[in-house]
């Protein structure tokens, strides 16, 4: 029902920024639950951010807040993840998801998954 295609990743060394993307199908894209996960390796995945779909509700992981800002584009249907002043442990694989309500920024909530980019910063 819902597909999610990434784009935006790469290298970058420490303190530089990238901007992720993620397009997702379907006419109703200002309904779905939508979130930025990353996975590095030997590690679980874990929520970057989340946003609700009504914009409430904007769940931003210790780690990164300050750092990483979420916005949507509905027209385009895309969701981006601006990620500043990156460091060297925010190197992982990076996922949007969406779903069609949910309610914490954890990786089971989430039904619509993209391929995942990798992300990498040098120090």
């Known amino acids: 029902q819902v597909q999610v295609v990434q784009s935006g990743g790469g290298m970058v060394q420490a303190g530089g920024s990238l901007r992720l993307s993620c397009a997702a199908s379907?006419?109703?894209?200002?309904?779905?639950?939508l979130g930025w996960f990353r996975q590095a390796p030997g590690k679980e995945r874990e929520g970057v951010v989340c946003i609700s779909y009504d914009e409430n509700t904007v769940e931003y992981a210790d780690s990164v807040k300050g750092r990483f800002f979420i916005s949507k584009d509905v027209p385009a249907r895309t969701l981006y993840l601006h990620a500043n002043s990156l460091k060297y442990e925010d190197t992982a694989v990076y996922y949007c998801?969406?779903?069609?309500?949910?309610?914490?920024?954890?990786?089971?909530?989430?039904?619509?998954w993209g391929q995942g980019i990798q992300v990498t910063v040098s120090s």
């Open positions: 998801a969406a779903a069609h309500r949910a309610f914490g920024c954890m990786p089971s909530n989430y039904e619509y």
């Open positions: 379907g006419r109703t894209f200002s309904m779905y639950s």
